[in-house]
């Protein structure tokens, strides 16, 4: 800030460490300058909007911080392409594509992995990196953030991403083409990203893949954190989400879309639970992460064919990289603050309410 004193997002990370809070007031008086002064269109001007929608948020001033937080994904949706019809095809491909009858043929996969990876899936902002960090503390697996390496085994090397590819993949694969893409997303994860031994993979909208996942290499394990539906989509709406960490999250800046997006994800996590064998899904909630941590770890790690491991109890004191927007909260004690912060917005929220499943 000494060299560019408009370095916004430098500024409210600075307003959201607990070691510099003596300065907060004065931050903040110089946030709402640059929230008058910039263009509204600017990366600036919205992390004044989602930072000063947060301030007044810990302020108990709601109406005031929702309005900010509304004027920011507003300017944010312009910039932003989502293919809400590509969504529904694919998360239809994908239940289409994994009925119950695939899983009754054995596997071709190796009877034993001990390297089969833990896969952490489920909406943002749910308890995912708290989850990821609390697994990575036992001495037996290596936390991996997030990366793509699963859709660039689906996809090869000359189809990056492309939605109809991933479409004509998830139908025609047969088991031994299964078998080869995982082997490949494991080489990823060890030779791309560094990531050896057992690891925990945070890429979230893995829950797209899971059939495939359970096909291909049956002695994975696949844990789905939940959470309130309405406490996940304010954090959502409320998160100004950075290039790189809201990739494939076109649908968090408006209402509607969120909570089209939200049924999305609850119609295919139920039809995982009805198909997939059993053992390999594990779920957990947040609100059970929090309120009873030990007994739910151990219930997860006993699922993942893991001892207990004291350590599990100390997420913040990981030391694995944190490249979402939970940078903050992990580095903290296990805490229930945010739990019920989502009823101060109920009429807020009330447009995601009708689309929701449960």
Known sequence: LFINPYHISALCLLMNSSRHQ??????????????KELDHDSVAW????????????????????????????????KHVVFHEDMEDQLYQTAID??????????????????????FIVGMPR???????????????????DESNALRKSICGRHNKGNYQWIFSQLTNLSDEQLLSIMLDYKRRQAEEYGNQGRIVDKSLDNYVFAGLIAKALPQARIIHI??????????????????????GLGYAYDLDELG?????????????????????????????????????????????????????????????KVTTASMMQVRQPIHKKSL??????????????QYLLE
């Not at 003596?22 to 929230?35: A, G, I, P, W």
């Not at 992390?47 to 929702?66: K, M, V, W």
Request: proline share 4%; with cysteine; glycine share 4%.
């Open 126 to 144: 749910s308890g995912s990196t708290l989850l990821e960090h609390s697994l990575a503390r036992h001495p037996a697996l290596n936390a991996a």
């Open 46 to 77: 919205q992390f004044t909007a989602f930072e000063l929608g947060s301030a007044a948020n810990r302020a108990g001033q709601y109406e005031e911080a929702f309005a900010y937080w509304t004027e920011g994904n507003l300017h944010k949706r």
């Open 340 to 353: 019920d912060r989502w009823k101060h917005y109920e009429r807020q929220l009330a447009p995601i309410k």
């Open 22 to 35: 003596d300065e907060y007031e004065s931050d903040l008086s110089t946030l709402r300058n640059f929230y």
């Open 260 to 320: 089209r997006q939200y049924a999305r994800y609850q119609r295919i996590m139920q039809h995982w639970r009805e198909v997939l064998p059993e053992g390999v899904l594990l779920e957990v909630s947040y609100e059970d992460l929090v309120n009873n941590p030990e007994d739910e770890l151990k219930r997860l790690l006993k699922g993942c064919n893991l001892e207990w491991h004291e350590d599990c109890l100390s997420a913040h004191k990981s030391t694995a």
């Open 226 to 247: 939940k959470r309130e539906p309405m406490a996940s989509c304010l954090s959502i709406y409320q998160q100004n989400f950075a290039a790189g960490i809201g990739y």
């Open 97 to 118: 594509a994994y009925p119950a009858s695939r899983f009754n043929e054995q596997s071709i996969a190796p009877a034993h992995d001990a390297t089969a990876p833990i």
